[in-house]
T-cell receptor, first 114, second 110 residues
Framework: NAGVTQTPKFQVLKTGQSMTLQCAQD?????MSWYRQDPGMGLRLIHY???????DQGEVPNGYNVSRSTTEDFPLRLLSAAPSQTSVYFC?????????????FGPGTRLLVL | DQQVKQNSPSLSVQEGRISILNCDYT??????FLWYKKYPAEGPTFLIS?????DKNEDGRFTVFLNKSAKHLSLHIVPSQPGDSAVYFC?????????FGTGTRLKVLA
């Protein structure tokens, strides 16, 4: 099992450009989520999904779009990048059912917006 | 409004001694709490968790304590080892949202 994979590892964008951060998991997890990590801010939830076709907003959703067409994939789209979106982005997944709601994280994508 | 707070940005402990990391939360609807460990340039990895119906959970050197009345949880690491040096995040979950604290950087001195 590869677990949670993210691509690319690192990306530089110019202000106004668009891009998609890819996230895939092979654990058949219903729940997937995106976080950004900024210095002194911890991990902040951007969007999450509880299954294919179902998404919802987290704490900081503005400027980001998501869709979930399959169980395995949960891409994060930046339609018009801004310097404030410079951050490290983490994707995570977990089972929905059961007591142990442990999230498994990908290795992260480091994004720099100039 | 920060719902999960880790008020100590950093902590240094001698090898072999106990490390205690603290976390406070404000939302009484949270029913599951987790601790994650993060090394530089890697994603967070799960360490230990506790349900709101318990007040203690142990896993080897790691113990998490939950005080619901104080809305406080703590992670104890005994004995601390140099490999434990990392950033530790606490997280709280209600329905589908996981809210993370800002992290505590633990340094275990050899």
């Amino acid at each position: 099992n590869a677990g949670v994979t993210q691509t690319p590892k690192f990306q530089v964008l110019k202000t106004g450009q668009s891009m998609t951060l890819q996230c895939a998991q092979d654990m058949n997890h219903e729940y997937m989520s995106w976080y950004r990590q900024d210095p002194g801010m911890g991990l902040r939830l951007i969007h999450y999904s509880v299954g294919a076709g179902i998404t919802d907003q987290g704490e900081v959703p503005n400027g980001y779009n998501v869709s979930r067409s399959t169980t395995e994939d949960f891409p994060l789209r930046l339609l018009s990048a801004a310097p404030s979106q410079t951050s490290v982005y983490f994707c995570a997944s977990s089972q929905l059912a059961g007591i142990r709601k442990t999230q498994y994280f990908g290795p992260g994508t480091r994004l720099l917006v100039l | 409004d920060q719902q999960v707070k880790q008020n100590s940005p950093s902590l240094s402990v001698q090898e072999g001694r106990i490390s205690i990391l603290n976390c406070d939360y404000t939302n009484s609807m949270f029913d599951y709490f987790l601790w994650y460990k993060k090394y530089p340039a890697e994603g967070p990895t799960f360490l230990i968790s506790i349900s709101s119906i318990k007040d203690k959970n142990e896993d080897g050197r790691f113990t998490v304590f939950l005080n619901k009345s104080a809305k406080h949880l703590s992670l104890h690491i005994v004995p601390s080892q140099p490999g434990d040096s990392a950033v530790y995040f606490c997280a709280a979950s209600g329905t589908y949202k996981y809210i993370f604290g800002t992290g505590t950087r633990l340094k275990v001195l050899a």
